[in-house]
């Protein structure tokens, strides 16, 4: 199993920024990527950013440019910078890890809120 203990969320402005940390422990080792996803009220969880042990880095366009996912491995923790934050950036993020295709944990959730 992999437990994923996130922080960093909170109100900040329009044009603001955050830095969201995600720390791992467990079945490290067999983690294969990892991902910050986030659900505002009403909507489904949508991915927001993922990286994989090779580097790869994906995101979704509405955040492109504007968010960079980043791991630091000898922390075992993944990072989500988010500039330039928009009010439709509010929402609870949650960090995932991947193990493979049908095993993955979540984390908690952290609330993000920006105002305008």
């Known amino acids: 199993q992999v437990q994923l203990v996130e922080s960093g969320g909170g109100l900040v402005q329009a044009g603001g920024s955050l830095r969201l940390s995600c720390a791992a422990s467990?079945?490290?080792?067999?983690?294969?990527?990892m991902g910050w996803y986030r659900q505002a009220p009403g909507e489904q969880r949508e991915l927001v950013a993922t990286t994989t042990n090779g580097g790869t880095t994906n995101y979704a366009d509405s955040v492109k440019g504007r968010f960079t996912i980043s791991r630091d491995n000898t922390k075992n923790t993944v990072y989500l910078q988010m500039n330039s934050l928009k009010p439709e950036d509010t929402a609870v993020y949650y960090c995932n890890s991947r193990l493979s295709k049908l095993r993955e944990y979540w984390g908690q959730g952290t609330q993000v809120t920006v105002s305008s």
């Open positions: 467990g079945s490290i080792f067999s983690i294969i990527a």
